[in-house]
């Protein structure tokens, strides 16, 4: 798509119209427009089957919807705190979090525990009325009402259950099954699976065109995005040639022409241009490449990825088949992750993944001008606007009140790894994450604590194919009890040549 071409529909939707994606449909301003269908903004070139006079403009957002509202809502789905954060965008402020389940270990790996772990996901009804929470351990969907914090229904779905998004009336929400090849079709109101729609591998994320008519999925164990017909719910075109086989996240333009599809493990970000069924470029954006989203202004339309392994935001400038890397934004924090735009399009919202925080950017100068303290491990985040007033009954402070902070790795005669650890406190003990790039692949390795020029292990593990250790979990009391640096090395060997259990030694 041509930037000029763009530039003269974006200019023109601003004047009357603003067309939203993310799930969601035109929506008509109080003209009383077309919501954008004459002006390029349906999916399909067709009327958009919902439109909503005077109501809320969702983000991602062509020009011309409303301003930030102190009615409107923030969310950050926290997946080690088992909570939702809830910021008011008018302000910048935390407001609280809300407990969907507990962060005591002992509690959540009990055998007799009912609560929701591992809250990871998150998407919403086009009015803003509902948000839908997915909890990644416990394959729930929980659907809380924005207006009162109140929890509407709960439904166990199937297994691995990872990211979702309400149909275009907001009766259903459909969220992906990784672990059964399906996307599962959720009653809000009843609380139940009304059908299962077959995939490809490791479905991993749904998302709705703006006409309601489509329904894309992408997927982390097959290179392609499948296209539902929402009528009959049967897939109907399969688009070939993603950038790798895992893509957790996808996001779509306001214009609902453009799927961006992030290649996490690869480092690269996939654009596919929907209506024509086809990719139009592969980007190498970076390693642990995670969430995208759109900000669209009368000038030009761009596209922003975090990329976790840079702890940077980058910009393109959206130009169909060579998009251009206009900006890096450096976040405060590490590995920055969700990500979502508020429907004027004047700030972005970044979730700090290791950072247990929200970066506020501003879209003009393209630089963080806040940062929030919010649940710990943040994962998705999304916008919701709202046009009426939101409460703030039924909203504590868990997760909120610990520090997360990152500790320096030594790796003994390696010069070319990446080595990370961040220390955040838990329950009663400290949740130690280490993660790893460039070391040599299939190669067991002791993560050692120190202390006094004693070192004692914690952990082993083993680098991948690729000589990564993406994840590495260790949960103990490190805080006053180790010096405030770690230690990656090789584990020791046999003399039969087999690892052996690390022990202790001095450095």
Do not use: C
């Amino acid at each position: 798509m041509g930037t000029n071409r763009f530039r003269k529909a974006a200019v023109a939707a601003s004047a009357a119209v603003a067309v939203v994606a993310a799930g969601s449909v035109g929506t008509a301003l109080a003209d009383g427009g077309d919501g954008g269908a004459s002006r390029g903004g349906g999916s399909h070139g067709s009327t958009p089957a919902v439109a909503r006079q005077n109501g809320p403009v969702q983000a991602p957002a062509l020009p011309g919807a409303q301003p930030i509202s102190s009615a409107d809502r923030v969310y950050t789905a926290d997946q080690t705190s088992n909570t939702v954060s809830v910021i008011d965008p008018s302000t910048d402020r935390v407001l609280g979090t809300l407990a969907l389940g507990s962060e005591r270990l002992g509690g959540v790996l009990g055998a007799q525990y009912l609560k929701e772990v591992g809250v990871h996901g998150l998407g919403f009804s086009r009015d803003g009325r509902r948000l839908g929470v997915v909890s990644v351990t416990t394959n729930s969907v929980v659907v809380i009402d924005t207006a009162t914090n109140e929890v509407v229904s709960k439904t166990y779905v199937g297994r691995a259950a990872h990211e979702g998004f309400f149909n275009a009336d907001g009766s259903e929400f459909w969220v992906a099954e990784r672990g059964r090849d399906t996307v599962a079709v959720v009653d809000v109101e009843r609380g139940i699976v009304k059908k299962r729609i077959r995939t490809a591998q490791g479905p991993s994320k749904v998302l709705f065109s703006p006409d309601g008519k489509r329904a894309y999925v992408n997927h982390i164990g097959a290179a392609e995005v499948d296209v539902i017909d929402t009528g009959s719910q049967e897939v109907v075109q399969r688009i070939g040639g993603i950038g790798d086989v895992f893509s957790p996240d996808a996001a779509l333009s306001p214009d609902g022409r453009e799927l961006w599809v992030g290649q996490k493990k690869a480092g690269r970000t996939t654009v596919v241009d929907v209506r024509e069924g086809r990719v139009l470029t592969v980007l190498d954006t970076g390693p642990e490449t995670n969430h995208i989203n759109f900000v669209t202004t009368p000038e030009a339309a761009y596209a922003y990825v975090t990329v976790g392994g840079l702890d940077q935001t980058l910009v393109y400038e959206r130009h169909g088949a060579e998009p251009k890397l206009v900006d890096r934004i450096h976040d405060s924090g590490s590995t920055p992750h969700g990500i979502w735009p508020s429907p004027d399009n004047s700030k972005v919202y970044v979730a700090l993944e290791r950072g247990d925080g929200v970066d506020v950017i501003d879209t003009r100068t393209r630089r963080v001008v806040k940062t929030l303290h919010v649940g710990q491990d943040p994962q998705a985040l999304v916008y919701v606007a709202r046009s009426t007033p939101a409460a703030t009954s039924g909203l504590g402070r868990q997760g909120l009140a610990a520090a997360t902070r990152d500790v320096p790795v030594d790796v003994p005669g390696d010069t070319g790894s990446d080595v990370e650890a961040t220390v955040r406190p838990v329950d009663g003990l400290d949740q130690l994450l280490l993660s790893a790039r460039g070391l040599p692949h299939s190669t067991q390795y002791t993560l050692y604590g120190r202390r006094d020029g004693e070192r004692t292990p914690l952990v082993d593990f083993t680098t991948d194919a690729k000589g990564g250790a993406p994840q590495v979990l260790v949960f103990a009391r490190f805080t006053g009890v180790y010096d405030d640096r770690l230690v990656v090395q090789r584990t020791p060997a046999h003399a039969d040549g087999t690892a052996h259990a690390a022990h202790k030694h001095s450095d």
